[in-house]
């Protein structure tokens, strides 16, 4: 943790929630936690080491006391700085031994699910989706969440009880959550690449690497104007170009020097 003209600043990754909060409690320090992570915000004011307010918000949609503490414990990391001596704008929570019971509480509670360290990726329908039966409460969220992404989901009445359901759907492979990807397209000139074999397309390994520092998951690579799906792999030595087998260059109807546009897709 950093101190710097009297405000204390760091990350959740290196000091989880509970344990920030109840430090500054101990401390009996008065002012406001102010977290800022992708796709939502959040602030906890404290009053003589008594946590007396706490809200999330994201967009339109915002939690406030109690479940705001709830969301705040599973998330794993994003950066804070603690404001000394701000006061809260009105008053959620009534301090005491409850805050710290109802944190061990939630804190115990995330312990045993399982979602994904971002909180910005999206959710999508898994290949076991056809494949299970899910309880009608199950069925209700998976109507729901579908495109949205995991902060948008939890951000709403009984956080937990939807951090459950969601932990529940992906170790199920009903939903899997995926990166947000938004790369633009890239043209390619198409080079014919001589051997056996299909479905593989081949980029220049700089090309790969920015997409996979982009991205941080597997990713296929979709062409147009084709729109065919294919698996990629990087190639040292062929910038500009888009390395295609023979197969797939009879099956796409492609020759040496035909321009393609291609994007990645997770």
Known sequence: MVKRGG????????FPFPSLVGAL???GRTGRLFIRAPFLEAEVYLRGGQVVHARVQA??????????LDLLVGL?????????EALPPHTTLLGGLAVPARLAEAQAAWEKLHLPPDWGYVLRLGPGGGEVELPPEALGVL?????KRIAEVLLAPAPLRLARILSTLLGMKVLEAVPAVSLPPTSLLVLPIYGPGSGVAYVDESLYAEWARAIRHGFRLRLSPSGVLMEVRPRPNIPGRLGLLEEDLRRLRLRRGD???????V
Not at 60 to 67: D, I, Q, S, Y
Not at 76 to 84: D, I, K, L, Y
């Open 259 to 265: 321009k393609v546009e291609v994007v990645p897709e």
């Open 143 to 147: 109507a729901q969440v579908e495109g």
């Open 25 to 27: 409690m101990q401390a």
């Open 76 to 84: 794993r990391r994003a950066p804070f700085t603690f404001e000394p």
């Open 59 to 68: 967009g339109e949609k915002a939690l406030e006391g109690e479940e705001a």
């Open 7 to 14: 405000m204390l600043s760091g990350n959740l990754a290196e």
